[in-house]
């Protein structure tokens, strides 16, 4: 149950908050963790309304194609992925994070 461990994390990351009332999210497409699974492991530990904005991924590989990645499979907690050019695997420049963007509070 990864998903869990890292909504502890986000909940640990923000715990200099008081009085959170809403936070907004970006997830890579390559991130380890689909945005259901990560709506549904926040919304069981913080009652914040949550705002999930997905963030296509680019990458870059040896054979000089610079662009989206091709998804092979997605597990439970891995994202296979490859070039669409060749089929090896490329270094992630976007999309492989998870990055708070913005916590609003409470009045």
Do not use: F
């Not at 923000?14 to 919304?43: H, Q």
């Not at 949550?50 to 991924?57: F, G, T, Y």
């Not at 870059?60 to 992925?81: F, S, T």
């Amino acid at each position: 149950m990864h998903e869990i461990a890292i909504a502890k994390k986000i909940v640990e990351d923000l715990s200099a908050y008081k009085n959170i009332k809403a936070v907004t999210i970006e997830l890579g497409e390559l991130a380890p963790i689909t945005a259901e699974e990560l709506e549904d492991a926040l919304s069981a530990l913080a009652n914040w309304k949550l705002k999930i904005i997905k963030k296509e991924s680019i990458v870059e590989c040896e054979c000089g194609y610079k662009g989206r990645a091709k998804i092979r499979e997605r597990k439970h907690d891995i994202v296979i992925y490859e070039c669409p050019n060749c089929g090896k695997i490329p270094e992630i420049i976007q999309g492989g994070d998870i990055v708070i963007k913005q916590v609003e509070i409470e009045d």
